[in-house]
Protein backbone atom coordinates (compact mmCIF):
# COMPACT_ATOMS: atom_id res chain seq x y z
CA UNK A 1 0.00 0.00 0.00
CA UNK A 2 1.39 3.68 -1.03
CA UNK A 3 0.12 6.85 0.10
CA UNK A 4 0.91 10.57 0.49
CA UNK A 5 2.30 12.14 3.28
CA UNK A 6 2.47 15.79 4.03
CA UNK A 7 4.18 16.07 7.01
CA UNK A 8 7.06 13.78 8.79
CA UNK A 9 3.70 13.23 11.21
CA UNK A 10 2.22 11.78 8.24
CA UNK A 11 4.64 10.17 6.89
CA UNK A 12 4.91 8.19 10.40
CA UNK A 13 1.09 7.46 10.98
CA UNK A 14 1.35 6.13 7.70
CA UNK A 15 3.79 3.73 8.43
CA UNK A 16 2.79 3.01 11.71
CA UNK A 17 -0.43 1.81 9.60
CA UNK A 18 1.27 -0.56 7.56
CA UNK A 19 2.15 1.68 4.10
CA UNK A 20 4.60 -0.39 1.92
CA UNK A 21 6.45 2.81 1.30
CA UNK A 22 5.46 6.60 1.30
CA UNK A 23 5.18 9.02 -1.16
CA UNK A 24 6.25 12.12 0.66
CA UNK A 25 4.57 15.16 -1.17
CA UNK A 26 6.06 18.61 -1.32
CA UNK A 27 4.50 21.78 -1.59
CA UNK A 28 5.08 22.31 -4.96
CA UNK A 29 3.06 19.50 -6.03
CA UNK A 30 0.22 19.75 -8.64
CA UNK A 31 -3.68 18.97 -7.55
CA UNK A 32 -5.43 18.13 -4.11
CA UNK A 33 -2.84 18.02 -1.63
CA UNK A 34 -2.74 14.46 0.43
CA UNK A 35 -2.57 15.76 3.75
CA UNK A 36 -4.69 13.87 6.71
CA UNK A 37 -3.66 14.89 9.77
CA UNK A 38 -3.96 18.18 10.07
CA UNK A 39 -6.05 21.33 7.97
CA UNK A 40 -3.51 23.41 8.94
CA UNK A 41 -1.36 24.09 5.86
CA UNK A 42 1.52 26.10 7.24
CA UNK A 43 2.72 22.63 8.79
CA UNK A 44 3.22 21.53 4.74
CA UNK A 45 7.12 21.32 3.75
CA UNK A 46 8.71 22.21 -0.03
CA UNK A 47 10.11 18.62 -1.22
CA UNK A 48 13.30 19.52 -0.45
CA UNK A 49 12.85 20.25 2.80
CA UNK A 50 10.33 17.49 3.65
CA UNK A 51 12.10 14.23 1.70
CA UNK A 52 15.02 14.49 3.81
CA UNK A 53 13.39 14.31 7.27
CA UNK A 54 10.77 11.92 5.75
CA UNK A 55 13.80 9.66 4.71
CA UNK A 56 15.60 10.50 8.64
CA UNK A 57 11.86 9.76 9.96
CA UNK A 58 10.38 6.03 8.33
CA UNK A 59 12.15 2.41 7.74
CA UNK A 60 9.71 2.37 3.95
CA UNK A 61 10.98 3.23 0.87
CA UNK A 62 10.20 7.06 0.03
CA UNK A 63 9.05 8.35 -3.00
CA UNK A 64 9.75 11.87 -3.70
CA UNK A 65 6.58 13.98 -5.12
CA UNK A 66 6.22 17.27 -6.12
CA UNK A 67 8.06 20.09 -8.35
CA UNK A 68 10.03 17.45 -10.57
CA UNK A 69 9.63 17.75 -14.18
CA UNK A 70 13.41 16.98 -15.58
CA UNK A 71 15.93 14.84 -15.20
CA UNK A 72 17.79 17.27 -12.89
CA UNK A 73 14.58 17.47 -10.36
CA UNK A 74 14.77 13.58 -10.49
CA UNK A 75 18.49 13.27 -9.67
CA UNK A 76 17.96 16.14 -6.71
CA UNK A 77 14.97 13.65 -5.47
CA UNK A 78 18.01 10.63 -5.37
CA UNK A 79 20.14 12.29 -3.96
CA UNK A 80 18.13 13.56 -1.00
CA UNK A 81 17.41 9.97 -0.37
CA UNK A 82 14.04 9.31 -2.55
CA UNK A 83 14.04 5.99 -3.47
CA UNK A 84 11.81 6.45 -6.58
CA UNK A 85 9.93 9.80 -7.77
CA UNK A 86 6.10 10.09 -8.52
CA UNK A 87 5.87 13.02 -11.19
CA UNK A 88 2.10 14.59 -12.55
CA UNK A 89 1.84 17.97 -13.60
CA UNK A 90 4.73 17.10 -16.59
CA UNK A 91 2.48 15.03 -18.08
CA UNK A 92 -0.24 16.85 -18.36
CA UNK A 93 0.74 18.25 -21.84
CA UNK A 94 1.33 14.38 -22.98
CA UNK A 95 -0.62 13.37 -25.84
CA UNK A 96 -1.82 10.33 -23.86
CA UNK A 97 -3.22 12.37 -21.15
CA UNK A 98 -6.63 13.34 -20.94
CA UNK A 99 -6.01 17.18 -20.33
CA UNK A 100 -8.55 19.13 -21.70
CA UNK A 101 -7.61 22.30 -24.61
CA UNK A 102 -8.44 25.05 -22.50
CA UNK A 103 -6.03 23.37 -19.70
CA UNK A 104 -3.10 22.66 -22.61
CA UNK A 105 -3.29 25.88 -23.25
CA UNK A 106 -2.99 27.56 -19.66
CA UNK A 107 -0.20 25.46 -19.34
CA UNK A 108 1.48 26.79 -22.05
CA UNK A 109 0.76 30.22 -21.35
CA UNK A 110 2.61 32.82 -19.14
CA UNK A 111 -0.30 31.72 -16.89
CA UNK A 112 1.81 28.93 -15.70
CA UNK A 113 4.22 30.86 -13.63
CA UNK A 114 1.73 31.65 -11.15
CA UNK A 115 -0.06 28.18 -9.14
CA UNK A 116 -1.43 28.63 -5.96
CA UNK A 117 -3.45 26.66 -3.18
CA UNK A 118 -6.99 26.96 -3.43
CA UNK A 119 -10.25 25.88 -2.31
CA UNK A 120 -12.84 27.66 -4.49
CA UNK A 121 -12.83 24.49 -6.77
CA UNK A 122 -13.88 21.96 -5.03
CA UNK A 123 -13.73 23.00 -0.88
CA UNK A 124 -10.81 21.40 -0.76
CA UNK A 125 -7.22 22.64 -1.03
CA UNK A 126 -5.59 21.76 -4.28
CA UNK A 127 -2.79 23.39 -6.87
CA UNK A 128 -3.64 25.07 -10.04
CA UNK A 129 -2.75 27.85 -12.61
CA UNK A 130 -4.32 31.19 -11.27
CA UNK A 131 -7.40 32.20 -12.70
CA UNK A 132 -10.20 34.67 -12.40
CA UNK A 133 -11.67 32.56 -9.96
CA UNK A 134 -8.89 32.11 -7.87
CA UNK A 135 -8.04 35.94 -8.16
CA UNK A 136 -12.16 37.31 -7.03
CA UNK A 137 -12.87 34.28 -4.78
CA UNK A 138 -9.39 35.07 -2.96
CA UNK A 139 -9.69 36.63 0.38
CA UNK A 140 -6.49 37.44 2.12
CA UNK A 141 -4.73 35.28 -0.27
CA UNK A 142 -4.75 34.20 -3.99
CA UNK A 143 -7.56 31.52 -4.28
CA UNK A 144 -8.25 31.05 -0.49
CA UNK A 145 -11.94 31.85 0.20
CA UNK A 146 -12.96 30.63 4.02
CA UNK A 147 -16.71 30.60 2.88
CA UNK A 148 -16.25 28.25 0.29
CA UNK A 149 -18.42 25.16 0.30
CA UNK A 150 -17.17 22.21 1.94
CA UNK A 151 -15.66 19.70 0.02
CA UNK A 152 -16.89 18.05 -2.34
CA UNK A 153 -19.99 21.07 -2.82
CA UNK A 154 -18.04 24.04 -4.09
CA UNK A 155 -17.54 22.33 -7.35
CA UNK A 156 -21.10 22.36 -7.91
CA UNK A 157 -21.50 25.65 -6.50
CA UNK A 158 -18.94 26.65 -9.37
CA UNK A 159 -20.68 24.71 -12.48
CA UNK A 160 -23.01 27.04 -13.99
CA UNK A 161 -20.29 29.65 -14.09
CA UNK A 162 -17.20 27.45 -15.25
CA UNK A 163 -19.90 25.70 -17.84
CA UNK A 164 -20.86 29.00 -19.67
CA UNK A 165 -17.40 30.03 -19.54
CA UNK A 166 -15.82 27.02 -21.21
CA UNK A 167 -18.53 27.54 -23.95
CA UNK A 168 -17.40 31.27 -24.87
CA UNK A 169 -13.81 29.09 -24.64
CA UNK A 170 -12.39 30.73 -21.18
CA UNK A 171 -10.82 29.10 -18.75
CA UNK A 172 -11.45 31.83 -15.82
CA UNK A 173 -14.21 29.24 -13.79
CA UNK A 174 -12.12 26.18 -14.63
CA UNK A 175 -9.83 24.52 -12.27
CA UNK A 176 -6.36 24.21 -13.96
CA UNK A 177 -4.61 22.22 -11.62
CA UNK A 178 -0.93 21.99 -12.02
CA UNK A 179 2.15 22.61 -9.64
CA UNK A 180 5.35 25.04 -9.32
CA UNK A 181 6.61 23.24 -12.11
CA UNK A 182 4.46 23.67 -14.70
CA UNK A 183 6.64 25.88 -16.67
CA UNK A 184 8.91 22.82 -17.56
CA UNK A 185 5.85 20.79 -19.39
CA UNK A 186 6.54 19.87 -22.60
CA UNK A 187 4.33 18.41 -25.08
CA UNK A 188 5.86 15.08 -25.75
CA UNK A 189 4.65 11.43 -25.56
CA UNK A 190 4.65 10.11 -22.32
CA UNK A 191 7.46 7.08 -23.08
CA UNK A 192 9.77 10.07 -24.37
CA UNK A 193 9.10 11.73 -21.23
CA UNK A 194 9.46 8.46 -18.85
CA UNK A 195 12.71 7.68 -20.37
CA UNK A 196 14.16 11.99 -20.06
CA UNK A 197 13.17 11.53 -16.58
CA UNK A 198 14.48 8.17 -15.98
CA UNK A 199 18.02 9.72 -16.98
CA UNK A 200 18.39 11.75 -14.12
CA UNK A 201 18.19 8.15 -12.15
CA UNK A 202 21.85 6.86 -11.55
CA UNK A 203 21.36 2.77 -11.06
C1 LIG B 1 -4.03 17.13 -12.44
C2 LIG B 1 -3.59 16.62 -11.11
C3 LIG B 1 -4.54 16.14 -10.21
C4 LIG B 1 -4.15 15.65 -8.95
N1 LIG B 1 -5.08 15.20 -8.05
C5 LIG B 1 -4.68 14.75 -6.83
C6 LIG B 1 -5.63 14.28 -5.87
O1 LIG B 1 -6.84 14.31 -6.12
N2 LIG B 1 -5.18 13.84 -4.65
C7 LIG B 1 -3.83 13.81 -4.34
O2 LIG B 1 -3.46 13.40 -3.23
N3 LIG B 1 -2.92 14.25 -5.23
C8 LIG B 1 -3.32 14.70 -6.44
N4 LIG B 1 -2.39 15.15 -7.34
C9 LIG B 1 -0.97 15.15 -6.91
C10 LIG B 1 -0.19 13.94 -7.42
O3 LIG B 1 -0.61 12.77 -6.76
C11 LIG B 1 1.31 14.13 -7.19
O4 LIG B 1 1.59 14.16 -5.80
C12 LIG B 1 1.82 15.40 -7.82
O5 LIG B 1 1.35 15.52 -9.15
C13 LIG B 1 3.34 15.45 -7.81
O6 LIG B 1 3.78 16.76 -8.00
P1 LIG B 1 3.94 17.47 -9.45
O7 LIG B 1 2.54 17.77 -9.89
O8 LIG B 1 4.73 18.69 -9.17
O9 LIG B 1 4.61 16.48 -10.36
C14 LIG B 1 -2.78 15.64 -8.60
C15 LIG B 1 -1.84 16.13 -9.52
C16 LIG B 1 -2.23 16.64 -10.75
C17 LIG B 1 -1.16 17.18 -11.67
Redesign the pocket.
Known amino acids: MLA ?1 ATTVDEARWLEAHGADAV ?1 A ?2 L ?7 HFLSDDLSLQLGTCALLPQVVRAVRVPVIA ?5 DAAGVAAAQALGAAAV ?5 Y ?1 LCPEAQTSPLHRQALQSDAAHHTALTNVFTGRP ?1 RGIVNRAMRALGQGSVGWCPVAPAFPLAASAMAPLRSAAEQAGRSDFTPL ?5 APLCRPMPAGELTRALASGWRA
Open positions: SIQGEAGGHRGAGGIAQVGTALAWAGQA
